[in-house]
């Protein structure tokens, strides 16, 4: 069954930067889009952007343009999301999910703060 499993979360200070990744198997993975959400505590879960099946597109949401990358290395199964110039408000529990099905990992927790 799909898989899928969240790293790299931690305590950053603003301004900083941090590299997750979302592992995923069970499943043909380099011909499924990927996308990362978050949810902040009290919050409902948002998109933050996704990546298209072979890495050549991908969208964002406006709070995140241009501070946030996504990308994938299709022969680890990974998709990985570059976050710079971190905010408080970008503290949450980040998710990854495959584009059109219904399954999400365990998440890992992003904490911004000084």
Partial sequence: QVQLEESGGGLVQPGGSLRLSCVGSGFIFSIYGILWYRQAPGKERELVGGISPAGSSTDYADSVKGRFTISRDN???????QMTSLKPEDTAAYYCRVRGRSEWGQGTQVTVSS
Avoid at 75 to 81: F, G, H, P
């Fill in 75 to 81: 022969a680890k199964r990974t998709v990985y999301l």
